[in-house]
Structures are given as structure tokens and as C-alpha cells.
């Protein structure tokens, strides 16, 4: 009996019951292993409010996430630095006003001086900004007032591609207790200006989501 044990943990050890390598030479494995998770998705909490005051008229919002840790050597090459974990998909919510696209929706936490700022970008067909809003923050409220200040939020609108942003120059035209935060949201839109840019070439996968029917709550 004991032999017989033996003889079974060798065979285990050496993969002789049946658990042969994968078809692929292991890269199978290989992937699952080396798979980066990522971080906790940002979510988009009024929607409803935030078409209304970006795209007035909007119907519904198709969404789609679109996996990006295939392109991290690109994204680290256009982002200057590593990307982080939450930057591996983006989540892009497709408005659509009576069926016809009316620009895209993204969304997106950033670390401000106080914690944690979430942005809502709105984007036109042409891939334009077109209006930002802050969904949550924990600045306050002074610091809060200055960042959804049209000062702030309005030197973003119009902005089609990262290298059209504002620079570091008008960080620190601003008053001092807003630039950290004021930078960190500034970084943000950049990231996701990069990341929309990256997603939309042919071999970035995507994975469609339920839609967002909205309609109910526009009228």
C-alpha cells in the first residue's frame, strides 16, 4: 500500500496521471500567471444629471470596457511613467442621443490633497472636450469651489489630444491650498486623453456592457 502511494506522488511530481503541459508549451500558464489585476473601477454615479448638463438631449449610454495590458508599452511611452493598475481598461460609456452618437462619457478617480476627487469627462464626436464635472471630492470647501470653478474646469474644454492641456504654468497661477489637487485632476484627464487614444486602434479588445437607458430620467 505504501508503495503504491509512493509510486502516485511521483507520478503527480512528474506529471505522468494525465496532467501533461497545455497544447501552447505553457504559455497558457504563463499568461494566467503574469495576468495584472486591476484596481476598483471608478463608477459613474449620476448619469442621468451628468448627460443632461454635458449633453443635453442625450437618450441613453452604450458602454464598452476596452482591455489595455496589452498596450502597456505604449501607454507607458505616451503617460511618461508606468501605468498604474486601474489604467490596464478603460470604460467608455458611448451617449447617444435618438440612436445617433453624441460623444462619449469617461470617468475617473485621482488622489487629491484631501482624498480622493472623481472626474466625469464628456467628449464630442470629434474627440473633443466638451465639459468636466467633479461627481465627488473630500477638498474643502473653499479648495472644492475653486476646482469646479469655470477657472478651472473651463481650461479643459475645447482640448482634443493630452498635448493640448493645460501645463504646469497654470497649476500655479492658482491659489495655493487648490494645487495639488488641481494637478492630480489635470493628470487625470491627461491618463484618460491617452488611454481613449490607445483604445480606439483595432487591436484593443473590447467587451460591451448593458446599457444605461436614461431616457426615464432626462424628461
Not at 5 to 27: E, N, T, Y
Not at 55 to 81: H, M, Q, W
Request: proline residues 6%; neutral net charge.
Amino acid at each position: 500500500m505504501l508503495a503504491l502511494l509512493g509510486l502516485a506522488l511521483v507520478a503527480h511530481r512528474f506529471g505522468w496521471m494525465g496532467s501533461s503541459a497545455p497544447a501552447d508549451g505553457g504559455a497558457t500558464r504563463l499568461a494566467t500567471t503574469n495576468r495584472i489585476e486591476g484596481a476598483a473601477v471608478c463608477p459613474w454615479r449620476e448619469p442621468a444629471s451628468d448627460l443632461a448638463a454635458l449633453f443635453p438631449g442625450a437618450t441613453n449610454a452604450r458602454s464598452e470596457v476596452r482591455i489595455l495590458s496589452g498596450k502597456r508599452l505604449d501607454l507607458a511611452s505616451r503617460l511618461g511613467r508606468q501605468p498604474e493598475p486601474e489604467e490596464n481598461a478603460l470604460h467608455v460609456h458611448q451617449v447617444l442621443r435618438e440612436g445617433r452618437s453624441a460623444g462619449v462619457v469617461l470617468v475617473r478617480r485621482v488622489k487629491g490633497e484631501h482624498g480622493a476627487i472623481e472626474l466625469v469627462v464628456g467628449l464630442n464626436p470629434a474627440g473633443t472636450l466638451s465639459g468636466i464635472r467633479i461627481q465627488r471630492s473630500r477638498e474643502p470647501d473653499d479648495i472644492a469651489a475653486i476646482l469646479a470653478s469655470d477657472r478651472v474646469l473651463g481650461s479643459f474644454h475645447g482640448c482634443r489630444a493630452e498635448t493640448e492641456l493645460p501645463g504646469g504654468e497654470w497649476v500655479a497661477t492658482l491659489p495655493a491650498g487648490a494645487r495639488v489637487s488641481a494637478s492630480a485632476m489635470l493628470e487625470g484627464v491627461r491618463s484618460l486623453l491617452v488611454m481613449l487614444s490607445i483604445s480606439e486602434t483595432s487591436q484593443v479588445p473590447r467587451s460591451p456592457t448593458p446599457d444605461l437607458v436614461i431616457s426615464d430620467h432626462l424628461h
